[in-house]
């Protein structure tokens, strides 16, 4: 196995940090638009070697692939460039893993009734070349979407009979401090959370797909592991437009524990137009305001030996048990940062989310997962992989929640 | 007299409208860093004409002034500006007003205690040269600096015998519409805005000044003519620096009714870094992202036709009144949106700030005030001026203020 990483940032370097540890690939090539990046996170291992690359290119990513013989192309930037890495992974006869898929667009008239075109849809239109050239995209294969589908099949094969929700809760009691104490500042790509955040929730129910105002339906969630009780709102997430397609449901749901302040936050860009992707003109120059949101706030990757506390991300399913009797099961993942830092130097929530496409990679590697076409993580049979999470150090949990 | 108005924002433009209808100036030269701006605000009668310039540059304003034999030069830029264009109207021998006053940078160690350098500190820095030049330098004369320091003139000459506090109150029930209802549009410029809120407020208190957090002493201050009761808190602003300088008080303070969105808002914006004013690096182009939230934003000027309220500046006096009794007393001045759009076609913030310059000029044209050095408001003759205003069109009032 040969793999190309796109994509050097918080996700990437943690990545290359955890799977230097395996075995089971040959060679990753690490590319980024900054050299110096992709550089320092090669300069892990022998195996690792360094690229600048333009993401937005599928013709450079092809041009990549065959160079150097890519067997596997990860993308690890921001879903802005999903496209032109699945595409230009395609032309190369690589095989594709993302962990988040490609952009929605609002539906024209009813933005927060009906969905537009949907996160993963222009994937899934071309799950029949993939499928036909005999070729594996295995789309959303971070912590969420990724760990979450995996719990989601877990539970469907070996814990209910029937289920009725496939409920997505993350959450965290994660602070960054700063010389003068607790300070703001957002531990995942403030890019990604304003796109997945202010982007109308898309809700599973009853056979179709549906959307809500942004931050709909709060719920306080009681998190295990003495994270404890979370406000959580409905975003819109990729596992809601995966889960459904392979198992059955009557409603499947994403909510996030971003706490007042981070809702307060974000509904103050949007009532600024500061989340706005597209450019602004500023006296002499174009730009776009949430890439100068992002270039004010300091780079999440760098936040780990400042940041205390756990992070948690898991499903919480109900319907009835293999016993014939109602369950309410939350299947979980909780990374201490204290840990994620000794262990390996990432801070947790990157460290949570590139564990994932390594322990896949490997079962791909060592032919225990196989496929063909665009496939989610609940595609695959979840308890090698489960067994893989455990035996990298990091084991998941199960616990019954009250109703 | 000939004046040359360097900017053609809201207030310069609703300046050109007041002043058209006045006979007390030869000609006014509108300039602006965007000549078609300044055209469009000259349009308006024969007595004006256009011209682009760099307020930037002490030299450009110089030779504009020289050029066209500029006797008195009005400032109607962001106060980013103000030192060039003083500067630049020194060194061509005319007269200076403005609106807003050189900035404040905080004290290095004790920033929310001491002040550092104070708003106008530079220019009164110069009050010398302008005196032994014989030289007028009026700093200060909009709304708030400007009609607020006038009040307070009046209420020491005519009012009171002993002051205990002059505080300013400022505050509206102005709302702007949407095609969706009421949305969030300042109506004054942002860039003033966050510079005067986010920076430390500045109290005269015994005889010294000294700063505080932002945002503090929140008060509810009940305002006239229905606008009721708006939250107001402690803000940096000229009044507090100039009306201690020539008038007795124990105390002087300005208090903002922001409202607790825009309070939130602004807290947002700091806790974020957006409020900067200097540049950062957003990919290949270095942009401040205070100018970023500027450009998301409307401008202010082209807000009238969805604007609708009233605002109100004034000042709270409270002491001794020439009775001797205790006497706590609020000198206003109100703009109904409605009336400033109809009769000038202005948005009533802009409006209220420009038409006392437009004031203040007759008065110097036909010699009712006169003087040198760099004086506030607060050192002329305060009836003259509200007698003009009244006969303007837009009366001002006086109530009793329970306590």
């Known amino acids: 196995m040969r793999i190309l990483l ?10 290359t940090a955890i799977a230097a540890r395996r075995t089971f690939f040959e060679a990753i090539l690490v590319a980024d638009h900054l050299l110096e990046r992709a550089e320092k996170a090669a300069a892990i291992d022998s195996r690792f070697s360094a690229v600048a690359v333009d993401a937005s290119s599928a013709e450079a990513v092809t041009a990549l692939c065959r160079e150097h013989a890519v067997t596997h192309v990860l993308n690890a930037v921001d879903p802005r460039f999903v496209m032109p890495i699945f595409d230009g992974a395609y032309a190369a006869g690589a095989d594709y893993l993302d962990m988040a898929m490609s952009l929605s667009r609002p539906h024209p008239d009813s933005p927060y009734e009906l969905p537009g075109v949907k996160l993963g849809d222009d994937q899934f239109a071309r799950a029949e070349e993939w499928s036909a ?3 594996l995209a295995l789309v959303g294969i971070g912590v969420e979407p990724g760990l979450s589908d995996v719990f989601a099949r877990y539970a469907a ?16 009691n994660l602070v960054v401090s700063g010389p003068a104490g607790p ?3 957002p ?7 304003i796109e997945e955040c202010l982007n109308p929730p898309v809700v599973w129910e009853d056979g179709r797909w549906h959307t809500t105002e942004p931050f709909s339906e709060p719920e306080v969630f009681d998190f295990p592991e003495g994270i404890g009780p979370v406000e959580c709102v409905n975003v819109e997430h990729e596992e809601v437009l995966l889960m459904p397609r392979w198992l059955g449901c009557r409603r499947a749901t994403f909510k996030y524990g971003l706490g007042s302040e981070f809702i307060d936050v974000l509904k103050t860009l949007h009532k600024l137009g500061l989340d706005r992707a597209e450019t602004v003109r500023v006296g002499e120059v174009e730009v776009s305001p949430r890439d100068v949101v992002a270039a004010c706030l300091p780079d999440p990757a760098t936040l780990g030996d400042r940041m205390s506390g756990k992070t948690c991300a898991g499903v919480w399913v109900t319907g009835t048990g293999t016993d014939g009797a109602p369950r309410s099961t939350y299947l979980y993942h909780v990374v201490d940062n204290d840990w994620s830092m000794a262990e390996y130097g990432h801070q947790c929530v990157v460290w949570q989310t590139a564990v994932n496409p390594v322990i896949a990679l490997e079962l791909l590697a060592n032919g225990t997962w196989s496929g063909s076409g665009v496939l989610g993580p609940e595609a695959f049979d979840a308890v090698p992989f489960l067994d893989l999470l455990t035996a990298y150090g990091s084991p998941w949990g199960v616990m019954e929640v009250p109703r």
Chains 1, 2 share one sequence.
């Open 183 to 185: 300070t703001f500042a």
């Open 187 to 193: 531990t995942f790509s403030i890019w990604t959370t």
């Open 6 to 15: 796109i994509g050097a940032g918080g996700v990437g370097s943690a990545f």
């Open 157 to 172: 094969d070996h814990l209910f009979s029937t289920i009725d929700e496939l409920g997505v809760r993350d959450g965290s």
């Open 133 to 135: 050239a005999g070729r």
